[in-house]
T-cell receptor, first 116, second 112 residues
Framework: AQTVTQSQPEMSVQEAETVTLSCTYD???????LFWYKQPPSRQMILVIR??????QNATENRFSVNFQKAAKSFSLKISDSQLGDAAMYFC?????????????FGAGTILRVKS | EAQVTQNPRYLITVTGKKLTVTCSQN?????MSWYRQDPGLGLRQIYY???????DKGDVPEGYKVSRKEKRNFPLILESPSPNQTSLYFC???????????FGDGTRLSIL
């Protein structure tokens, strides 16, 4: 079974600075997807960024980018120019490309605090 | 507006009293799932459905039932709730397998 590990329960960043959230995963598959979700206090689950394992190029979405290291099974999220609205719980998630059920396997989450 | 709607958003109830959490999507999605979120564990899939009348277990199905009689609806049923089912529940849908999921706003269940 696949597992996702987020080793940082909490992180803090100063407004306008850059922060990196860590995620490692374990799988024997070669074809899969990786995601970062943001959960603000409103509890919504908001997709931040997605990476297909077959793509070598790291995904970027505006201020959000990932460092995908397939051999190391690492998938970190970098947030540049942090804003107060970035404060939230962030979840890393894995999905197999082969299995049915569209199941996301989540890490435990990292709480990000943004200081003004 | 494309959305996944869950009801209720909050519920406090007692052990053994049957309850249903409803989930409805207006995007004509094939796939729907239920997840529960617990501190330190992230979200875990309870059940999923690939289409009408097609459902299957996720990772933590014990104590739950689901049905998919209509494409838009996927209710989660707790026949005899117990305190260990106190959690935050999310419904999600996607057009088909391997597509990004749209999540509902969550239902906070407290079972005393």
């Amino acid at each position: 079974a696949q597992t996702v590990t987020q080793s940082q329960p909490e992180m803090s960043v100063q407004e306008a600075e850059t922060v990196t959230l860590s995620c490692t995963y374990d799988t024997s598959e070669s074809d899969y997807y990786l995601f970062w979700y943001k959960q603000p206090p409103s509890r919504q689950m908001i997709l931040v960024i997605r990476q297909e394992a077959y793509k070598q190029q790291n995904a970027t979405e505006n201020r959000f980018s990932v460092n995908f290291q397939k051999a190391a099974k690492s998938f970190s999220l970098k947030i540049s120019d942090s804003q107060l609205g970035d404060a939230a719980m962030y979840f890393c998630a894995y999905r197999s490309a082969r299995e049915y059920g569209n199941k996301l396997v989540f890490g435990a989450g990292t709480i990000l605090r943004v200081k003004s | 507006e494309a959305q996944v709607t869950q009801n209720p958003r909050y519920l406090i109830t007692v052990t053994g009293k049957k309850l249903t959490v409803t989930c409805s999507q207006n995007m004509n999605h094939e796939y729907m799932s239920w997840y529960r979120q617990d501190p330190g564990l992230g979200l875990r899939q309870i059940y999923y459905s690939m289409n009408v009348e097609v459902t299957d277990k996720g990772d933590v199905p014990e104590g739950y039932k689901v049905s998919r009689k209509e494409k838009r609806n996927f209710p989660l049923i707790l026949e005899s709730p117990s305190p260990n089912q106190t959690s935050l529940y999310f419904c999600a849908s996607s057009p088909f397998n391997n597509q990004p999921q749209h999540f509902g706003d969550g239902t906070r269940l407290s079972i005393l």
